[in-house]
């Protein structure tokens, strides 16, 4: 569960939490898609990932958005770690990969040109580097160490707690990429029936994007590798929601499950405070060992 830090009162109980999801719903007017696009990206005369930093370098791939495509810079510290501009963001993922996180838009026709003018500024800037991108659902030759980390202090808290938790969350960390849709709902009745479709038709959607067949440089026996290592990475937040089917599924009951899915960090004041495994159902009510007494806040 992700509850933004935006000055109000802190919430004082789950029933609080379901409103929060209630006030989001929209007339169908008003309803917009969002779509998110990842990408790996590489040195094209190594073919290695790409380093953070350097001549060649994720930094100065976003540095070169930045100045010659109007994107505003967001910094972790120090380091230029995203990019924000007209209800879009770029971000990176803990190994590299450029991500889009799109604007929300009223159809998937704008969604579509979205992502075609990103590419394109992206491909110019990467040419001027030497630099390739490839869209995968897994790296298909690069190992774990040969992954760099980018400095966002949440990866740092996220990479050790992977290993304790499943076999393969870093190699989703590091390795994967997706893309993802967000879409607006009219009523709880509507975010159910949603939320049902959506998650019956995950293989079949599986079925039809698969597109990596490889890893470390060999046939892995599965067409998406991707799908392979979504279910063996944190049984406590992954896998399929038998719940979601039942009657009387809706905010509350997603609530319910969302304060039992172990924590990662708080965001506080510009830091990412370890509260892993941890349970946000504490957090509510004040007991969360990582700030004790303290309590959400919307």
Known sequence: MSIPQSGGGPVENKQQLAQYLADGCKPRADWRIGTEHE???????????????????????????????????????????????????????????????????????????EVNEHLKHVQQIADLVGV???????????????MPMMPKGRYKLMTPYMDTVGTHGTQMMYRTCTVQV???????????????????????????????????????????????????????????L????????????????????PMYFVYRDGNYINALGQSFRDFLDGRLPALPGEKPTL
Not at 132 to 146: N, R, V, Y
Not at 195 to 219: D, K, W
Not at 242 to 252: H, I, K, N, Q, W
Request: glycine content about 10%.
């Open 242 to 261: 038998p719940f979601v089917f039942d009657d009387g599924f809706g905010f509350e009951a997603w609530v319910e499950y969302a304060l039992d899915v």
């Open 132 to 146: 390739g991108f490839i869209g995968l659902g897994a790296a298909p030759i690069w190992t774990h160490d040969q």
């Open 182 to 240: 967000n879409l607006d709902f009219a009523s709880e009745a509507d975010m159910v029936q949603k939320i049902r479709v959506a998650l019956a038709l995950q293989p079949v959607a599986t079925a039809l994007f698969a597109n990596s067949p490889f890893f470390e440089g060999r046939p892995i026996g599965h067409k998406s590798w991707r799908s392979r290592v979504w279910r063996d990475l944190d049984p406590a937040r992954t896998g399929m």
């Open 39 to 113: 990408k790996f990206a590489y040195c094209r005369d190594t073919l290695q990932p790409l380093p953070y930093d350097g001549e060649r370098s994720i930094k100065a791939i976003l540095e070169g958005l930045r100045d010659g495509f109007g994107w505003e810079p967001v910094h972790e510290g120090d380091n230029i770690i995203g990019l924000e501009k007209n209800g879009a963001n770029v971000s990176l993922e803990p190994g590299g990969q450029l991500e889009l996180s799109g604007a929300p838009l009223t159809s998937i026709h704008e969604t579509c040109d």
